[in-house]
């Protein structure tokens, strides 16, 4: 389940749709009628189901689950070792999963309650099941079988160690200049790459690494996508939450975005009334680190915990995200050494005082707009 090396070929079959998502409209403007302005062909793009129902989220069938232990046989248990299977706790089965309760299963669930800080019962309990749902990065916690999170530690019961944690081998990059370009395709707004200048100073301002945009995207390091579902590298996208984006591990520099999600861009995330709004800069700054070698920490405060809730916004590194990037290049020598001071603020968090909730309109809150292709473009990204 590692994205490290991936070479698979164009599985998006080469068809190409495309998806019209948003163009910095507030919300208040995201009317049939008003998109029609600006892209005459919106109207045959169905788009009020993802962006308006929280209800079809790709995880929401596992809260039927709750209560479920060993021995029991439930329809559903077989999406649930999927999802247990695409995140590394379980191998791939010979044939298709069954919807038995069983003793792989029982252990993967332990496993996972050990990595995210839980209770170690081996039952699908409510805070387990809540987890288990909540919006996460693509990347597995279990790479080729090297646990990368709590699981993998060796049980140190009179210390605290770091649990910042890197992919098999330890890839990291060699040259201190990192190039970047963005898939002309998605036609992002400035606003959009303002987000991931912000994101990658955040990893540049303690490692000794400068990231540099580039409109060149074959000769870039890392190049930056929005696809949806099935998009040609064997990681597939699932809709509205579930999954929100990934990244290849160094020197791959592919870092991939679902295009399926409400990406909030500018505006306080927090106070959207979007159920499913996911703050852009938060899932960038995380699969920068990816990008740079640091694979999932079991640190809730840690950039690198594999979930984020939606309306949330997590963007200062915490000091175990820190440690393990100055572990694999150093510290910047213009480091002071706080790990966090919050940054000034900048569009993305502009005070809306007074705003009532639900008028996102009135909170300045903008979505990203791109176009989104599937399976086309894919085999050199
Ligand atoms: C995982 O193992 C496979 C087979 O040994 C190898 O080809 C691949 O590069 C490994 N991935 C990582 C990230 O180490
Ligand atoms: C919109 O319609 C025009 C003309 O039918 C077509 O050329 C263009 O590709 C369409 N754009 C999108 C995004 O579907
Ligand atoms: C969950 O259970 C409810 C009630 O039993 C059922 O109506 C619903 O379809 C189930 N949802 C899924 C996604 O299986
Ligand atoms: C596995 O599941 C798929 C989809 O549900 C089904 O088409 C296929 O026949 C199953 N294969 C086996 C070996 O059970
Ligand atoms: C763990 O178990 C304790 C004692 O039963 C309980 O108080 C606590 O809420 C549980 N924590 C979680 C995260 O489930
Ligand atoms: C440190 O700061 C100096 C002066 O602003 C700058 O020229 C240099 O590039 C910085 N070094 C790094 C590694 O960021
Ligand atoms: C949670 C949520 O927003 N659900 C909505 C799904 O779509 C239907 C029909 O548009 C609405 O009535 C629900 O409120």
Request: aromatic share 10%.
């Amino acid at each position: 389940m590692s994205r490290g090396n991936s070479n698979s070929s164009n599985s998006g079959g080469g068809s190409h749709c495309y998806h019209f998502v948003f163009l910095l409209l507030t919300v208040s403007l995201l009317s049939p009628s008003a998109s029609a302005r600006f892209f005459p062909n919106v109207t045959s793009i169905p788009h009020d189901d993802f962006l308006f129902n929280a209800t079809k989220t790709a995880w929401d069938a596992f809260r039927n689950l709750s209560g479920c232990h060993h021995g029991q046989t439930l329809d559903g248990l077989a999406k649930l070792k999927q999802y247990f299977n695409q995140f590394g706790y379980l191998p791939p089965p010979p044939a298709n999963f069954t919807d038995d309760f069983d003793d792989s299963l029982e252990s993967a669930i332990k496993t996972y309650q050990h990595n995210f800080n839980l209770n170690v019962t081996g039952q699908l309990d409510p805070h387990t099941l809540q987890l288990i749902q909540r919006p996460r990065c693509g990347n597995a916690d279990i790479v080729n079988g090297s646990t990368s999170m709590n699981s993998g530690k060796a049980p140190t019961p009179f210390h605290t160690v770091a649990h910042y944690e890197f992919f098999p081998g330890r890839p990291r990059w060699t040259k201190s200049l990192l190039t970047y370009a963005f898939l002309p395709e998605n036609q992002l707004t400035d606003d959009a790459k303002g987000v991931f200048t912000r994101a990658f100073a955040r990893w540049s301002e303690v490692i000794p690494l400068t990231f540099q945009q580039t409109e060149d995207i074959y000769a870039a390091d890392i190049r930056i996508a929005f696809f949806a579902g099935d998009h040609g590298d064997g990681e597939p996208f699932d809709g509205a939450l579930g999954t929100l984006g990934h990244a290849f591990s160094p020197p791959s520099g592919r870092l991939h975005l679902d295009g399926d999600e409400s990406w909030v861009v500018t505006g306080d995330v927090t106070r959207s009334s979007l159920e499913t709004a996911v703050d852009l800069e938060s899932v960038a700054v995380h699969e920068i680190g990816h990008l740079l070698g640091l694979g999932h920490s079991s640190v809730e405060e840690a950039i690198m915990f594999p979930t984020l809730s939606s309306r949330t916004k997590k963007v200062i590194l915490a000091s175990d995200d820190i440690e393990g990037v100055q572990q694999l290049y150093g510290s910047n020598p213009n480091y002071s050494g706080s790990s966090s001071t919050p940054s000034p603020p900048t569009a993305g968090q502009r005070e809306t005082s007074g705003a009532p909730l639900g008028g996102d309109s009135t909170l300045g809150l903008t979505l990203l707009s791109m176009f989104v292709t599937v399976g086309s473009v894919l085999i050199l990204l």
